[in-house]
């Protein structure tokens, strides 16, 4: 798993934080949920606002559809 997988990134954060509503996350939290992530292989460097908003979006519709 890497940075451009937002959508497994954010199905694996709900596995994981189920509880957690991904709008309360900050970016450097959220950066640190990744990389604690099983198997996740992507270089901590390479992450941006930009992809780390994307993971948040992908975490908040895997949330919203749990039920």
């Given amino acids: ?3 451009n997988e937002p959508h ?3 199905y694996q954060l709900l596995e994981k ?3 957690i509503d991904p709008l309360t996350v900050r970016f450097t939290d959220l950066h640190r949920y990744v990389l604690e992530l099983p ?3 992507g270089d901590p460097g390479t ?3 930009k ?3 994307a993971i948040q979006m992908a975490w908040l519709e895997e949330w919203q559809d749990r039920d």
Avoid: T
């Fill in 8 to 10: 497994e990134i954010g």
């Fill in 51 to 53: 992809i780390l908003e």
């Fill in 1 to 3: 798993m890497n940075w």
């Fill in 47 to 49: 992450s941006n606002e």
């Fill in 17 to 19: 934080h189920p509880d």
């Fill in 39 to 41: 198997g996740f292989k």
